[in-house]
């Protein structure tokens, strides 16, 4: 299994300012992913980030918007860029343990921009 | 690419009523299917998941599910459904690299 820690949980941002948003994992995984699951959506997939390569972003995501870091086994960021209402959602972590079974989530971060 | 359809945008029953709610994949080989359960303003919850063998498996909660793969389905059931099973259940497909996620299902129980 695996324990996530998302931050923050919680942020009011004004338009066109940037949020980074940090996902901290309890044991050493490879694959990490960010999803976005926008007011009574479903959960899309933002980009795959694994350690020591560049990120791989989903159709209708870039990394200009969405910059991703990976620097190790256990942790990584996703930026929202230049934020506009429209990118107000719910930004979730996710990894893949080593047995390949399932993903575990962080509790999210809530994003609300004005 | 895969691929998720869930079907059904929501649907009603009545508590002990049977349950079923539909999903369809597309992959171009056996995948590994999911449902997950989302409650109000809650994470993420696994119910189940298919990896291979048993097409019929178990998950918590009371819930099931089949694998059909000449239909491209797999989806979940529940004989009797409780009042606390009011929630939204998104069905997954992962082909080894990364999970998609079905719009999702939103369930409403009626007393």
């Known amino acids: 299994s695996a324990v996530i820690s998302q931050k923050p949980s919680r942020d009011i941002c004004q338009r066109g300012t940037s949020l980074t948003i940090q996902c901290q994992v309890d044991s050493q995984v490879t694959m990490m992913f960010w999803y976005r699951q926008q007011p009574g959506q479903s959960l899309t997939l933002i980009a795959t980030a694994n350690q020591g390569s560049e990120a791989t972003y989903e159709s209708g995501f870039v990394i200009d918007k969405f910059p991703i870091s990976r620097p190790n086994l256990t942790f990584s960021t996703l930026t929202v860029s230049n934020m506009s209402p429209e990118d107000s959602s719910i930004y979730l972590c996710?990894?893949?343990?080593?047995?390949?079974?399932?993903?575990?989530f962080g509790s999210g971060t809530q994003l609300s921009v004005l | 690419a895969q691929s998720v359809t869930q079907p059904d945008i929501h649907i009603t029953v009545s508590e002990g009523a049977s349950l079923e709610l539909r999903c369809n994949y597309s992959y171009g080989a056996t995948p590994y299917l999911f449902w997950y359960v989302q409650s109000p303003g809650q994470g993420l919850q696994l119910l189940l998941k298919y990896f291979s063998g048993d097409t019929l498996v178990q998950g918590i909660k009371g819930f099931e599910a089949e694998f059909k793969r000449s239909q491209s389905s797999f989806n979940l059931r529940k004989p009797s459904v409780h009042w606390s099973d009011a929630a939204e259940y998104f069905c997954?497909?992962?082909?080894?690299?990364?999970?998609?996620f079905g719009a999702g299902t939103r369930l409403f129980v009626k007393a």
């Open positions: 997954a497909v992962d082909g080894g690299f990364k999970t998609i």
């Open positions: 996710s990894v893949r343990t080593g047995d390949n079974e399932k993903l575990f």
